[in-house]
Structure formats: C-alpha cells, structure tokens
C-alpha cells in the first residue's frame, strides 16, 4: 500500500517536471550533535545546469552539498532528517546502496586526493569496482574517454603508468574529475575544487566545468562569487544554515531578493 502510494506520487512529480530536475531536496535537516547546521532547506537540482552553492564560512554549504550522495553517513555524529530524491527516487531510502548512489553521484573534493596508484588505476578504479568494464580493451576505453573529458589526456596519455600523485596540483584536480566521470554519474559535486589551483588551473578546472555540464549536472560549493557568476546558471546562497534565496546566477548578483543575500554579495557580510 505505501510502495503504490509513493509510486503514484512518482509518476505525478514527473508529469509536471518533465523530467528536467534532477535531484530534489524537500525539508532536509541536518545535526551534528547538538549543533542543526541546516535548517528545512528544499531546493532543486536541475539537469544539465551549473548550480552554486554560496554564503559565508561556517553556513552549511558543505554539510548540504554532502547530503545529496549520502557523504554524511560516514560523519558518527551526523543525522540527516528530510527528503532528497534523484530522479524521483528517495536517496536515502534503505534499499539504495550508498555505494552505488557515489557512483551516479559523484563527488571531488577541496583538495586534489588521487590514490596512491597509477594513472590509469585511479581512472579505472570506479569502473572497476562497478563491473562496467568486460575487456581490457572497454576498460582502456573508459580510461581514455574520461581522462578527455577531463582535458588531461594529452597531458597523461605518455605516462599513464606513473603516480597520480606525481601529477601537478591542477593535473591531479582533473585526475580526480576524470575519476568521479568515470563511472559516468548522472550529477557531479565539487566542494571547493579551486581553491589548491593557481589561477591557470582554476581556468582550465572552469572551463571543465562548463563543459561537463553537456552532460551531468554540477553542483559546486565556492567561496568565490566571482567563479560561481563565472561557472553557474543557479545558485543558492547560504546564511546560518538556512538557503536564503535560491534563483539564476543573473539574478542574484543583479538583483536579489533578500537583504542578506545583497549583504553577502556586496561584502557587507561574509
Ligand atoms: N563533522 C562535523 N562535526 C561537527 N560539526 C560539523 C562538522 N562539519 C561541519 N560542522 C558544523 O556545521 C556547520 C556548517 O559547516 P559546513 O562545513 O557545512 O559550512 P560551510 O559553509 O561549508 O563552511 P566553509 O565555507 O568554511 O567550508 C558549522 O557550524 C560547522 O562547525
């Protein structure tokens, strides 16, 4: 009786968004402890589209960002309250493996962190686990199309074999995009993937960025308002954990609704 009922209201969600959001957030909460670090927050992630999460240090962005693959399972203290959907289907429910969920979800991380292996292991690592690879041909196949759609290929085709740590910090930032593309995820998550690159680095890592979103969607948390008006088409902006105001880029740095967001965006807080 419940699965018909959750089914029926499935279908109905559909209908009427055609298809076109991708992850959908409805009354989530999150605790550490004592401490609620986000407040009833509903958002929607829609396909194809660079959304940005802003707001100042301490706001919640990472704690929201790690809520939409199930990341803050692995935080003991943590414990998520609400509804995020992927496609219609609850995240969180217990039959959905959290495993799997990281593989449609991917997720890169502030600081470059390849494994301790080859070039290509760390590429292959995903696919691997995951079995979407029958022959070592489909898996070198996967490795090269996703070190291309990282823009690292003509950089790492000679020297696939070495350390990915070896690699400069800005090489191994798209090591770790080609990683998380590996798997072919359906959304991407970037918490802060600039802030260990140059500002050469970052540029190639946007431009990456934009170009992926052909593809998945991107979710990227960033302290700088530059890059989320430079990366994004929505973004959503943060205040002691509550999303004060969610809209197109355009519109929030022209012309926001609320003070706080206009504070924050002219330097007034933050
Ligand atoms: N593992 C944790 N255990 C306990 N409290 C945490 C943990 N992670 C985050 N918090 C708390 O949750 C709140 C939100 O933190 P979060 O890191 O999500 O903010 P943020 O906006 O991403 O900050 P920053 O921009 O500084 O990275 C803060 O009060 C923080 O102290």
């Known amino acids: 009786m419940e699965d018909t009922k959750m089914n029926t209201m499935r ?17 989530v909460d999150v605790f550490y402890g004592d401490t609620h670090a986000i407040k009833s927050v509903d958002v929607d992630i829609e396909d194809n589209t660079v959304t940005a999460f802003i707001g100042p240090s301490g706001c919640g962005k990472s704690t929201f960002l790690r809520c939409l693959n199930r990341m803050n399972d692995t935080i003991d203290v943590a414990r998520v309250d609400g509804q995020i959907t992927l496609d ?14 990281r593989a449609k979800v991917g997720m890169v991380f502030q600081k470059p962190n390849p494994f301790p292996k080859s070039i290509y292991d760390n590429v292959a690592y995903g696919p691997r686990i995951h079995g979407l690879a029958q022959t070592k041909a489909e898996l070198d196949e996967i490795v090269e199309k996703s ?13 696939l074999d070495q350390p990915g740590t070896g690699l400069s910090g800005g090489q191994q930032q798209r090591l770790c995009i080609a990683r998380a593309v590996a798997t072919s995820p359906e959304v991407l998550l970037m918490d802060e993937p600039c802030s260990a690159l140059d500002p050469i680095a970052t540029a190639q890592v946007e431009e990456l960025i934009d170009e992926l979103r052909a593809r998945f969607s991107v979710v990227i948390v960033t302290h700088s308002m530059q890059q989320a008006a430079r990366v994004s088409q929505k ?18 740095f022209t012309n926001p609704e609320d003070q706080r967001t206009e504070s924050y965006i002219t330097g007034r807080i933050g």
């Open 147 to 159: 070190l291309r759609r990282a823009a690292l290929w003509d950089e790492a085709k000679d020297r």
């Open 235 to 252: 973004t959503a902006f943060f205040h002691l954990g509550e999303l004060v105001e969610f809209d197109e880029t355009t519109k929030i």
């Open 88 to 101: 219609g289907e609850d995240i969180y429910d217990k039959r959905v493996d959290p495993v799997q969920l």
């Open 11 to 27: 279908l109905t969600e559909r209908a009427v968004d055609n298809n076109e959001i991708k992850m959908r957030a409805r009354g």
